[in-house]
């Protein structure tokens, strides 16, 4: 796993999006937080003679989401280094926004949104995946203390739409109609086995920079402990942790 394997990880949550989103030929979608661009290359390949914009704030990312993509003769696929919170996007320009994961992190969510609602014509729809909390992702619950980490817990952060009333508050203050969330109880994938879900893991920059703030000792016996947490977790289909995340859908 590298900077670019977090489509790997969330396999499974991609499908259930894939199929909520039920992008159809025509379709002017945008894809929020797209990363690598798995999500929009999959959009783009159901919207025949349409249009595809995946943004995002990370360039190392977005680059190889257009290395990736390359190849594929999306002609109607474009990638854009932008913060959906304030980028002008064209008004009324899409039928459809979608996000894996990706607007949790909004400093002002209400304006977030509302930006994001300009840009979608009357009646088009957002859906997207948000986590439920902190206590129901067992990927945070039982990796992060061994690190000793912070939870990730307040706003912006990834559990920042974890309440649906939360939700619902900043869509319809957004301007959305018609809040639609349900619960999706699907794992995360770390890697085949114990040993390679760690290595997995130690190349991600957050765990990264954890794992340098500690002395060679206190590193050693987290890497032990956290060697033993994956290895609990072992599946037949890999190293899996349960995780609770909603699918949201609105129309503009």
């Not at 909520?20 to 929020?32: F, H, K, P, S």
């Not at 990638?79 to 304030?86: G, I, M, N, R």
């Not at 729809?125 to 909390?133: C, E, K, P, S």
């Amino acid at each position: 796993m590298t900077l670019f394997d977090y489509d790997a990880e969330l396999r499974r949550h991609n499908i259930a999006l894939r199929a909520a989103a039920g992008v159809r030929a025509g379709d002017r979608v945008l894809d929020i937080g797209c990363g690598t661009g798995l999500t929009s290359r999959e959009a783009a390949r159901a919207a025949v003679g349409g249009q595809v914009l995946g943004v995002d704030i990370t360039p190392a990312m977005l680059a190889e989401a257009e290395r990736v993509s390359a190849g594929e003769g999306l002609s109607h696929l474009s990638f854009e280094l932008a913060d959906a919170q304030s980028h002008p996007f064209p008004h009324a320009g899409f039928d459809l926004c979608i996000s894996r994961f990706g607007t949790m992190f909004f400093a002002d969510p209400v304006a977030a949104f509302t930006n994001i609602g300009h840009a979608l014509r009357p009646s088009a729809r957002l859906v997207m995946l948000v986590w439920q909390g902190y206590d129901r992702n067992a990927w945070a619950t039982e990796i992060l203390p061994v690190l000793g980490a912070a939870p990730f817990l307040g706003s912006p952060g990834p559990f920042s739409l974890a309440e649906p009333a939360v939700i619902e508050n900043i869509l319809t203050a957004a301007g959305f109609r018609d809040i639609g969330i349900t619960d999706l109880d699907e794992p995360v994938y770390y890697g085949p086995d114990a040993a390679a879900a760690l290595d997995n893991l130690l190349r991600l920059s957050y765990f990264r920079v954890n794992f340098a703030a500690l002395d060679a000792a206190a590193a050693e016996r987290a890497r032990r402990r956290l060697l033993a947490v994956l290895a609990a977790h072992e599946t037949g289909d890999g190293v899996a942790f349960d995780s609770r995340s909603w699918i949201v859908t609105a129309r503009r």
